[in-house]
């Protein structure tokens, strides 16, 4: 099985900074499988990146997500207030379909 | 607008059986792979089974010859029939659209 190791933990910053979120795969992955989710308490998960780096409908562009083989990004250019999440990265070429275990962006 | 409505949820013994729903609108539902994610109390996502637009069925290990997902294309309606419940069953379980479009969640209780 694909193991997604994500990293940092937990984010601690102010609303107009740049984020960068880490999501490592235990071996290569197809880009096009590679995907960001966003949870916020108490909410389902809201699909934010597929295929490494399309935004899905409704996302605004200062999401970005980059990388291939085994590293993947997501990037947040200026966080906004409704930013303030937990990020999943996954991937989907098949099965078993792996979460990594989430990043948590916090308000400083 | 895409909806996946869900409802089954509750209160089960260990050893117990359970069927979740989900109904899908504002999609061609026989055209997508559908899928059922759980999340346990304060921890992460976790992937449970997934059918195919031609019924093909997946699952996890954790889950594998107890849960058996299917789907009613005439209905629009996916589903999880959950046998042998065990006390780790305990989670929020979410539909999934090809992980694109998400159900609200129900939350599944297992204990005695």
């Known amino acids: 099985d694909i193991v997604l190791t994500q990293s940092p933990g937990t984010l601690s910053l102010s609303p107009g900074e740049r984020v960068s979120l880490s999501c490592r795969a235990s071996?290569?992955?197809?880009?096009?499988?590679l995907a960001w989710h966003q949870q916020k308490p108490g909410q389902a998960p809201r699909l934010v990146i597929y295929?490494?780096?399309s935004r899905a409908t409704g996302i605004p562009d200062r999401f970005s997500g980059s990388g291939s083989g085994t590293d993947f990004t997501l990037t947040i250019s200026r966080v906004e207030p409704e930013d303030f999440a937990v990020y999943y990265c996954?991937?989907?070429?098949?099965?078993?379909?792996?979460f990594g275990q989430g990043t948590k962006l916090e308000i400083k | 607008e895409v909806q996946l409505v869900q409802s089954g949820g509750g209160l089960v013994q260990p050893g117990g059986s359970l069927r979740l729903s989900c109904v899908a609108s504002?999609?061609?539902?026989?055209?997508?792979?559908m899928n059922w994610v759980r999340q346990a109390p304060g921890k992460g996502l976790e992937w449970v089974s997934c059918?195919?637009?031609?019924?093909?069925?997946e699952y996890a290990a954790s889950v594998k010859g107890r849960f058996t997902i299917s789907r009613d294309s005439a209905e629009n309606s996916l589903f999880l029939q959950m046998d042998n419940l065990k006390d780790e069953d305990t989670a929020v379980y979410y539909c999934?659209?090809?992980?694109?479009?998400w159900g609200q969640g129900t939350l599944v209780t297992v204990s005695s």
């Open positions: 999934a659209r090809s992980f694109g479009n």
């Open positions: 504002g999609i061609t539902f026989g055209t997508y792979s």
């Open positions: 059918i195919t637009s031609s019924s093909i069925r």
């Open positions: 071996q290569t992955i197809s880009s096009s499988h």
């Open positions: 295929g490494a780096s």
């Open positions: 996954q991937h989907y070429g098949f099965s078993p379909y792996t």
